[in-house]
């Protein structure tokens, strides 16, 4: 019998080509790959939907985007840090997770690793603290380790031994990945035949 690789689905919440936050979840999806998962990276600009409200699943980019995460054995949410908080293009998209029915509701039992890209640490912490309501919110299980991410941290670069935080963020990151696929339960989420509720579950 084969062994089912897990599949994970990662989402960048910055809508500028070649962010940070873009980077990290490119790094990330690389990651997953070379560990024997299949990926789908959502960057920014894939997921400017319009506002959230029931029934947009019809559009053909939300429903691309809900289909994966119907199949998501595992997410990775890469948020920049907005004034403290996560981006209003992430959290809008992840409101329309809201629709999901069939083959579970919202992101229920699928592992979700969280990192936060910002300057400081301050807002960091509170965006990846958001990162992580948020997920429980959706039912998701946020890995034991969430990760912050500075701004200026390159994980392309060559390692250097001056720059301790560099391979410091490169552990962690990993680290989180192998939670996240180490939670996994490849096949579990069973996505041929994706319904939605017909109305959301929101006011």
Known sequence: MAVQRPHVVLVSGSIRGGSTSEKVAAWCARQCVQRGATVEVF?????????????????????????????????????????????????????????????????DGVPLGCVAVGAGTQGTASTLTMLRTVGHALRAWPTPLGVTVRTWVDLDEAPDASRPEQEHCRAQLTEMVAQVLSMARPGHADASDVRFAPHGRLA
């Open 43 to 107: 960057r920014g600009v894939d997921v400017e939907f319009p506002f959230y409200r029931p029934g947009l699943h019809q559009d053909q980019r939300v429903r691309r985007f809900l289909d994966q995460l119907a199949a998501a054995d595992g997410v990775v949410l890469v948020s920049p840090t907005y004034h403290g908080a996560i981006s209003g293009l992430l959290k809008n998209a992840l409101d329309f997770a809201n629709d999901l029915a069939v083959p579970r509701v919202f992101l």
